[in-house]
């Protein structure tokens, strides 16, 4: 789908979408009670989250999903076996999440994704599943494992996703014994570990950091049931911000100010790009990186380090952000953890946009748009995390159009 989006000053009120970052975890929590029902109100419908509801029904467990709210019906997950390939789809959390939940049983389970997705780096799992006896092979469109996944000490790469991290907590608060997880290098992204120790910790589970780098899992104590509400998202309201930062007026409802997201502090760094060149660190919120990247490029420039986990997401945004801000006239300097955007005056963009199949490359571009107008090809990429969002930029004033191709 390509769009044509007029400049303009966006005004209005908007509400986020729910945070997807916490849909998956309230959902896989709640797929794991055995008590009763639960429900999960305000989910957000996108791309990723109705992966994760396609994972868990494969593995047994009961939705009743109308679009907003979800009743579960959980199962135990040491004995679930799939009874298909599991679906990844594009999301990255499902995967990560999921495959060692699919390692509770001991049955065979294959979890399957975009070329993209299973591409990304999974070392992690790979090498400690191999240590502990345990199948783990791939493919270019999945993974298979088998094995059963045992309660234990384990040590685990921090400076990789901290999705590891959440995938092992997840698994191993469901079994009988008692669980360490050893971190051996400072974790990055560490508010998306925090995030899973409060959802986990609302549903019942014992967990608790032991130190700054290890954490205790209590064995034993099942998921409870629970009503709950998945809160706003802080990573797209940084979209909504950064309209503000380039001269709009919006009002952004549905953010809890004290919200443990880590992608809050987008507000903060956006703040120091309004006042002039500013150097920031990206490491524990990499996915504000390319919505930054565009706000300093049309401002005063920056400097970003802890930029080099952002070559492993959708895309490999450093590259693709430099590509497309290079066609308003910027100049990205890359190096291995950092990213400078040198000040340029920019103009509308020399070629059409191309948004690399990346929701938060097209979303970055789109506002950037507002100010100098612009072409941007693969725009149905925004229903991997936020498929209002080109109607709540329409909503704002902006001028949008479908082109034919």
């Not at 040491?78 to 699919?102: D, N, V, W, Y």
Request: net charge negative; charged share 25%; aromatic share 6%.
């Amino acid at each position: 789908m390509k769009l044509t989006i007029n400049k303009g000053q966006a005004r209005g009120r908007v509400s986020v979408p729910p945070s997807k970052s916490i849909a998956h975890r309230l959902l896989i929590c709640a797929a794991m009670c055995c008590d009763g029902e639960s429900l999960i109100r305000n989910l957000p419908s996108c791309e990723d989250v109705l992966a994760t509801i396609d994972c868990l029904s494969a593995l047994g467990v009961k939705i009743d999903y109308d679009g907003k709210d979800a009743k579960v019906i959980g199962v135990d997950m040491t004995t679930a076996q799939a009874s298909e390939p599991l679906c990844c789809r594009e999301s990255g959390s499902t995967l990560r999440f999921l495959i060692p939940i699919a390692m509770l049983s001991g049955h065979p389970a294959t979890l399957q994704g975009s070329e993209r997705l299973i591409a990304r780096p999974q070392d992690v799992y790979e090498q400690l599943f191999k240590e502990c006896g345990l199948k783990f092979s791939k493919s270019a469109e999945s993974i298979s494992v088998c094995g059963k996944l045992e309660a234990g000490e384990y040590f685990i790469d921090g400076n990789v996703s901290s999705q590891f991290i959440t995938g092992l907590f997840l698994a191993l608060s469901t079994l009988s014994g008692d669980s360490k997880i050893i971190v051996n290098t400072e974790i990055e992204s560490r508010p998306y570990v925090d995030m899973t120790i409060a959802a986990m910790r609302k549903f019942g589970v014992k967990i608790f950091p032991d130190t700054d780098w290890s954490f205790y899992i209590f064995g034993g104590p099942e998921y409870k049931s629970r009503d709950i509400a998945v809160e706003g998202d802080w990573s797209a309201g940084a979209f909504l911000h950064a309209l503000n930062c380039l001269g709009g007026k919006v009002k952004v409802d549905g953010l809890d100010k004290d919200s443990i997201q880590g992608d809050k502090i987008c507000i903060k760094h956006m703040s120091k790009l309004n006042k002039g060149y500013a150097e920031i660190d990206i490491t524990n919120c990499p996915d504000l990186g390319p919505i930054l990247f565009a706000v300093a490029a049309a401002k005063h420039g920056a400097k970003f380090v802890g930029t080099k986990r952002l070559r492993d997401k959708e895309s490999d945004r450093i590259e693709a952000m430099k590509a497309e801000l290079e066609k308003f006239g910027a100049e990205l300097i890359v190096e291995e953890n950092s990213v400078t955007v040198v000040r340029h005056e920019l103009h509308a963009p020399s070629a059409t946009l191309y948004g690399h199949n990346d929701h938060r490359i097209v979303m970055s571009l789109a506002v950037l748009c507002t100010l100098y107008g612009g072409e941007i090809e693969g725009c149905e990429a925004v229903n991997k995390s936020y498929p209002e969002f080109f109607d709540h930029l329409m909503a704002l004033g902006i001028k949008i159009s479908a082109i034919d191709n």
